[in-house]
T-cell receptor, first 115, second 112 residues
Framework: AQSVTQLGSHVSVSEGALVLLRCNYS??????LFWYVQYPNQGLQLLLK??????LVKGINGFEAEFKKSETSFHLTKPSAHMSDAAEYFC?????????????FGKGTLLTVNP | EAGVAQSPRYKIIEKRQSVAFWCNPI?????LYWYQQILGQGPKLLIQ????????DSQLPKDRFSAERLKGVDSTLKIQPAKLEDSAVYLC??????????FGQGTRLTVV
């Protein structure tokens, strides 16, 4: 079984400030980890993913995340927030093998960026 | 490359009525997923197809929900009869490789 916990359902930052969205996972096998962003009335867009290899993963729009196995974490960061980053962010986990590739999502974190 | 297409975008129905959603995946993608996203929650997988076969439907409420993917391309998801708690956004996604999922814009269903 796999699960995701996103700490903080709502995060508010000032424009130009550091963005940190927290994600912890549980998986019985080596996980694949993902961050998706959802803008109002839109579908989910992939920001970045970790499968194997380098644990620091860079994504679109200046976001990055680091896989820390010892902490079972995959936190999302961006050095400087922009107004356009305001959206809901979802962390997700899947199994690393087999054909039944199933994404399990966290409950999401709503990011607000204040001017 | 065209993305995942879903229709309708919005639907309002009364409880106990039936409703159907349509999804056209990205061309060539063998895997198709239907997710349910209730307000304030993350998406939950309802059913996964590999070509036209079902891989996982363990969280599909089979007494009222059904889905098919004829010819391994388009897919429809049906609810009959609908309940108030079915109000949600229904997201379709497709993937051509393992660990790949591209999402459509979703269908927002309101049951009154």
């Amino acid at each position: 079984a796999q699960s995701v916990t996103q700490l903080g359902s709502h995060v508010s930052v000032s424009e130009g400030a550091l963005v940190l969205l927290r994600c912890n996972y549980s998986s019985s096998v080596p996980p694949y980890l993902f961050w998706y962003v959802q803008y109002p009335n839109q579908g989910l867009q992939l920001l970045l993913k970790y499968t194997t290899g380098a644990t620091l993963v860079k994504g679109i729009n200046g976001f990055e995340a680091e896989f820390k196995k010892s902490e079972t974490s995959f936190h999302l960061t961006k050095p400087s927030a922009h107004m356009s980053d305001a959206a809901e962010y979802f962390c997700a986990v899947s199994n690393s093998g087999g054909s039944n590739y199933k994404l399990t999502f966290g409950k999401g974190t709503l990011l607000t960026v204040n001017p | 490359e065209a993305g995942v297409a879903q229709s309708p975008r919005y639907k309002i129905i009364e409880k106990r009525q039936s409703v159907a959603f349509w999804c056209n995946p990205i061309s060539g993608h063998a895997t198709l997923y239907w997710y349910q996203q209730i307000l304030g929650q993350g998406p939950k997988l309802l059913i996964q197809f590999q070509n036209n076969g079902v891989v996982d439907d363990s969280q599909l409420p089979k007494d009222r929900f059904s889905a098919e993917r004829l010819k391994g391309v388009d897919s429809t998801l049906k609810i009959q009869p609908a309940k108030l708690e079915d109000s949600a956004v229904y997201l379709c996604a497709s993937g051509g490789q393992i660990n790949e999922a591209f999402f459509g814009q979703g269908t927002r269903l309101t049951v009154v």
